[in-house]
Structures are given as C-alpha cells and as structure tokens.
C-alpha cells in the first residue's frame, strides 16, 4: 500500500512540475526575447554612434549581465576567435544554445536571418536591418506574451488535473 | 625580410580569401615575392610578382603563363573575400570603401572595384564588387637609411619633400623614416613625429592600433584629411617633425604654413617624375617656394623601391623655382 501511494504522489509530482514548467517556458521565452529586442536595440546605437565591428559588438554584448542568460554571445564570441563568417558563426551559436533558450522554431529563425545579414551593408543598412527584426521579434513577443498570459495558467492547471486524473485512476 | 617570413605575410594576407586561399599549394619562393593578389570575377586569380603576373591551377599550383585549367574567381569567391575584408563589418569601413580600399589587420590593403552609388556628385558606397586588389604588406627596415642621412642635420631634421613616380616606395619609405625619427639613433634624439595617415597607408591602422611599427614616439592621425591632421597635429600633439603622403591640396598647403610658422618640420611625398617635373605642378612649387622644404629626395623608381636616385637641395630649388617663387610672392602680395 505504502509503494502504491509513493508511486500515486510521484505520479502526481511529475504532472504537476510539467504542468509547472511548460507554464515557466513560456514565461522564460518573453523574457529571452526581451533580451534579444535590447540586444537588437544595443547593436543598432552601436553601429550607428560608434560603427563598431561586429566582434566588439559581441564583445560587449557578452560582457553584459543582461545578456549572461542568452549564452549565445559568449558562444558567438568564442566561435568568431577561429571563424570570421559571422552568418556561420552565429548559426552555429544559436543551435548551440538552444539547449539553454526556451524559444521556438520562428524565433530561431528569424534570428539565424538577422545574422546572415549582420555586418554585410553599410551603415544605413545595418540600423534598417535592426529596425527591421525588432519589429519582427516585437510581434513575436507580443504573441509570446499573449501565450504566457493565456496558456501559462492552462498548463499550470492542466498539470495539476492530469496529475489528481492519475492519482484516482492508480488509486 | 627573409624567404620564410615573406611567405609567413602572404598566407596571413590569403587568409582574408577565405576558402580560395585553402586552394592555394604555391612553392616559397612565389609567396615570398608576391606582392600583390588580383581577383576579378570570372577571371584567373593573378599574383603580382616582380618579374611579371603568376595564375594558379586548379590545383593550386603556379602558372606562368594564360591557359585552360586555371583557378579562376567566381562571383560568390569575392563576395566572400570582400566579407572577410571587413571583418563582416562592412558598416565600419564605409569610408575605406568609399575611398576604394580597406586596411587589413597586418597592414595588408585590399584595393576594391565594383559599381559606384553616388549621391549627388559624390560616391557614396560601393556595390556589385568585380575586382579586389590584395596589397601584401611588407616593412622593408631601413628602406630610408640614406633618406634619414640627408634629413639630419646637426641635431635637427629638415623639412623635405620625397618624390618619385608611383610604385617607387615613397610610402615605404615615409613609413621607415617615422620609424627611425622616432626611435632616435644616428646622433639625433628622438623625435616627437605625427604621421598624418589619410589613407590608412603609413600606419595601416587596424581598430585604432598601428600594424606597422613606426617608433615609440609616434602619434597617429588615421584617416584625418591631410591639411585638418597637420592643424590639428600641430595644435595638440606638439610634434617636432610632422609626415603626411602626398600632398599637394589648397588646404595643405595653408596647414603646412601654419606649421612652419610653428617651426615644426613637414616631411612629405607627392608624385613626380623628376624634379622639373615636381617644380611645374603650381601647388607644390608654391610649398617650396614658402620655404616648408628645405630639399627633395628623388627616389628612383619602380624597379629599385626606396633607393634614393638624388637629392636636391634648396640651390637647386632656386634654380628651377625663381619664376614659381615669384608668383608666390605676388600672391601673397595680392592676398595681403
């Protein structure tokens, strides 16, 4: 008796806690592209006050606590030590981080196309081509927050009734 | 320069090739010489070589004459390079790509043609690459040794004008003589030097850091105008000796009275086949004749970079200069 109903409350707990964190994963995506937009923002005043490199771009990019979270720099600035083709290097970055991001496959996408024209046109270029996918990560962001507000709750309370539905089925 | 080194700077100018120069198997003893590298799209890659232009196979071997079978580069081959050029920073080198060529870190140039955008009457970026010029930098340490021997005189340095026609070194040499005017040596002190580097030629900065070296005491001025840098230079740094590459604008020349009365030293190049030459160009007579200069090096040319042909001193100005010293002097008269 007491393993079955070790065995019901772990059901219980694995239900809830994925309830939990698929909720938590939304929530971890609209601040990740919070982070991304003022990242997007930050490389746009850099070219167009300083016209900073790409590398020191993303020196400074990783240097930033804000950012810590993303990974994706610190990766990006490793990888262009040995690479220079920033599209391929900042490719490479974001598969390499998605382990640690919670964002989905358009946001990867879009990321990977601000990337692929990262640093390939001039000035006036490069602070459309931020304007460009701020817009786009903003509209992302705002449905990542309409998702959080609306199906955050339903997979909290989806966890937990599938959670107490297995308990009364084991029980 | 030894053969080894030489080779050393030609692979570390390939490198901004990107996956053309992993097809590169060159012998030595052409990398050692090369001095330049030519892409043209669609065409064979050329390399610049003193005796004459080398292809590549495609098997990355040299060819010495035009025949099938050659690397040749593709559209997509410069597009790259020109990425790779700027560092995938295209942004930061607008103005070296308005003015046709981009520094490399390791001073390297590459020289970039393609179709112009033009805003009014002026270029403003340039699309479409076609061709990419890759200069191989190479210091040649004591290119300026006789230069520096008739620039010196008793503790001082003169104020001198070197000319040349193109590819005779003149910038290589400028190059040598900041080096050695800063270092000291020779009996003279050091000297305090700016070099005004309008074209990123001298110094070849490379985010704000020198690549080639040009002494301890040196301050460089990347990418000013000549005639603001020299004011400028001459305002702020304090130097004793100021070094620009050729010179010859209206602006230039009022910066260059400016330092004279300042009582720093000008040492410049322009572009000239001779001395009478470099005397019938108005502009430049006018510099002598307000006696910025107190000689010209006259270097000799393509074939023999940096040795110095003659030397001509302010004798031989007079000689050639009494009519361009008089104008000189009736407009100055006019303007006052």
């Known amino acids: ?171 | 320069m030894d053969e080894k080194t030489a080779a050393a700077r030609f692979d570390n100018a390939a490198r901004n090739l990107g996956t053309l120069s992993e097809r590169f198997n060159l012998p030595i003893q052409v990398k050692a010489h090369a001095q330049e590298i030519r892409l043209r799209t669609g065409r064979p890659i050329m390399l610049s070589l003193p005796d004459g232009p080398v292809f590549i196979t495609l098997s990355g071997q040299p060819a010495f004459n035009l025949r099938s079978g050659l690397l040749i580069a593709e559209k997509a081959n410069i597009d790259e390079a020109f990425r790779l050029i700027c560092d995938c920073s295209v942004h930061s080198h607008q103005r070296e790509i308005r003015n046709g060529f981009v520094t490399l870190r390791g001073g390297h140039r590459a020289g970039i043609c393609g179709t112009a955008v033009t805003e009014g009457d002026e270029v403003s970026n340039i699309r479409d690459i076609s061709s990419i010029n890759l200069r191989i930098a190479r210091d040649i340490s004591g290119a300026a040794d006789k230069t520096v021997s008739a620039l010196l005189k008793e503790g001082g340095v003169s104020g001198a004008l070197i000319f040349g026609p193109p590819g005779c070194g003149k910038t290589t040499v400028l190059r040598d003589l900041a080096r050695q005017l800063s270092s000291g040596g020779r009996g003279a002190r050091m000297l305090r030097v700016a070099v005004i580097d309008e074209r990123g030629e001298i110094a070849a900065t490379f985010q704000g850091q020198p690549q080639n070296d040009l002494g301890p005491c040196c301050d460089v001025l990347d990418g000013y105008p000549k005639g603001e840098g020299i004011m400028q230079a001459v305002r702020c740094l304090s130097p004793d000796v100021v070094i620009c590459d050729e010179i010859g604008g209206e602006a230039d020349e009022k910066a260059v009275e400016f330092s004279l009365n300042a009582g720093v030293t000008i040492i410049a190049s322009a572009h000239a086949g001779s001395l009478s030459e470099l005397m019938a160009r108005p502009q430049t007579a006018r510099l002598i004749a307000c006696g910025a200069f107190k000689m010209a090096v006259h270097l000799s040319g393509r074939e023999h970079p940096g040795v110095v042909a003659a030397v001509y001193g302010e004798d031989c100005f007079k000689k050639n200069n009494l009519t361009m010293t008089k104008m000189y002097e009736d407009q100055k008269a006019a303007e006052a």
Request: proline fraction near 1%; charge should be neutral.
């Open chain 1, 1 to 171: 008796m007491i393993i079955k109903l070790s065995g019901i409350i772990a059901v219980f707990v694995v239900c809830v806690a994925a309830g939990f964190m698929k909720s938590a994963s939304l929530a971890k995506r609209v601040r990740e592209l919070e982070a991304f937009l003022s990242a997007l923002s930050l490389i746009s005043t850099e070219i167009r006050y300083f016209a900073s490199p790409t590398d020191d771009i993303i020196a400074k990019l990783d240097s930033a606590n804000e950012y810590k979270q993303l990974h994706v720099f610190g990766v990006c600035k490793e990888n262009l030590e040995n690479t220079r083709d920033f599209a391929k290097v900042w490719a490479d970055a974001l598969e390499k981080s998605k382990p640690y991001l919670s964002l989905d496959k358009g946001d990867f996408e879009s990321l990977i196309w601000f990337g692929s024209m990262f640093g390939t046109t001039d000035m006036q270029g490069q602070i459309a081509n931020c304007e460009r996918y701020c817009g786009l990560l903003q509209q992302r962001l705002d449905s990542a927050r309409d998702d959080k507000s609306k199906r955050g709750r339903m997979y909290t309370s989806l966890g937990v009734l599938a959670g107490v539905f297995f308990a009364v089925i084991f029980f």
